[in-house]
């Protein structure tokens, strides 16, 4: 079967035609600034030239819609119908309590969705909004969302509630959620794979580290905690995120700056991290230059940024009483072994996790990096979020 996987923002659309029978990528694609002048829609399939469309595309609708016009073309088009493709797998943020697994839609779940855009104010509009599209675009094509909450649901009560009164759960949700679930299972479930480890009980520690970071523990592929929490902003240092704070941070720079909530919460979002740290890019190649030409707080960024990454592997370690793997993915943890090769140096040693050099100096594609007498076996382990929608949509509708 081909499974579509869409991953709509708000002014973007982002999909990949995967044939599900090798896991191969047919053709994959950007519909950019939609709803706004100047929308582009740029198509990319395998052994056949580029196609870019500049077009208006008013709504998700139109985008939809040609995405599909793309997908079935004759010239650059990989299908020759749309009765090729099985059906659409979704990205979709946020679930709330209310869904714990991927699942097929039907309005019970719409409704879900659009009860969680308070939770996911900036996703949940836009992946409700590509849903619509493709009902109306293909009616009857199985959609399938895949929500990025969903990895957080097997978390215990420990983890995930928040020490504030219980109130403001039962009226709000307001719990730990986490994000980045589904490249979480994904890579889990890779890990105890490519790594033969115990499928029930193995411990493994996710690292993904890229833009947004955030990292995981989790029992045979469950995940019994993550680091962010009500929204993504929580734990890790980030590319423009603070990460774990002091709460009362917010009400000082609010006071002090005549600044509302909604604005501090912007600067903790958008403007802190690694950018806010060294002032120099929220990308991390920019900050890592700036530290070799001397950058003192471009060096104090990265430091800071391995130090967090570090403490939460420990504070996970304890929480599972124990650790067999931890693996590292995302643009910093696929591409970067200096960083790689630091956390574990540096701070690891206690736990008897060692790097081997020669295995850390690989790219793109899974490998064992740690050395045969490290008692932690380490990887890097590319992340597939695409490929793990289309897997759970197939799983769904095959069912
Ligand atoms: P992601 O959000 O997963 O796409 O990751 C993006 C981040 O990965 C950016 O900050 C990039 O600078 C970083 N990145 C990509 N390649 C490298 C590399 N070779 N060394 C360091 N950082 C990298």
Known sequence: MKILVLNCGSSSLKYQLIDMQDESVLAKGLCERIGIEGSKLTH???????????????????????????????????????????????????????????????????????????????????????????????????????????????????????????EYYEKYGIRRYGFHGTSHNFVSHETIKFGNLDPEKAKVIVCHLGNGASISASIGGKGVDTSMGLTPLEGLIMGTR???????????????????????????????????????????????????????????????????????IGSYAAAMNGVDAITFTAGVGENDKATRKEIVEKYLGFIGAKIDDERNNVRGKAALISSDDSKVKIFMIPTNEELAIARDTLRLVEA
Do not use: W
């Not at 679930?95 to 900036?122: H, M, W, Y």
């Not at 996703?123 to 493709?134: R, T, V």
């Open 44 to 166: 990319k399939a395998p052994g056949k030239d580029d196609f870019e469309l500049e077009t208006a595309m008013p709504d998700h609708g139109v985008a939809v819609k040609l995405v599909f016009d793309a997908l079935t073309d004759a010239a650059h088009g990989v299908v020759k119908s749309v009765d090729e493709i099985g059906a659409i797998g979704h990205r979709v943020l946020h679930a709330g309590k209310k869904i714990t697994e991927s699942i097929v839609v039907n309005q019970e779940v719409k409704d879900i969705i659009r009860e969680c855009f308070d939770l996911g104010p900036l996703h949940n509009p836009a992946n409700l909004l590509g849903i619509e599209a493709c009902e109306k675009v293909v009616p009857g094509k199985p959609n399938v969302a895949v929500f990025d909450t969903t990895f957080g649901m097997t978390l215990p009560e420990k983890a995930y509630y928040y020490a504030i009164p219980t």
């Open 242 to 312: 603070s990460g774990d704070i002091d709460a009362a941070v917010v009400q000082f720079i609010a006071n002090h700056e005549k600044l509302s909530v909604d604005e501090v919460l912007n600067i903790l979002n958008k403007k802190s991290g690694v950018l806010g740290l060294s002032g120099v890019s929220s990308d991390f190649r920019d900050v890592e230059k700036a530290a070799e030409e001397g950058n003192h707080m471009a060096q104090v960024a990265l430091e800071a940024f391995q130090y967090r990454v570090a403490k939460y």
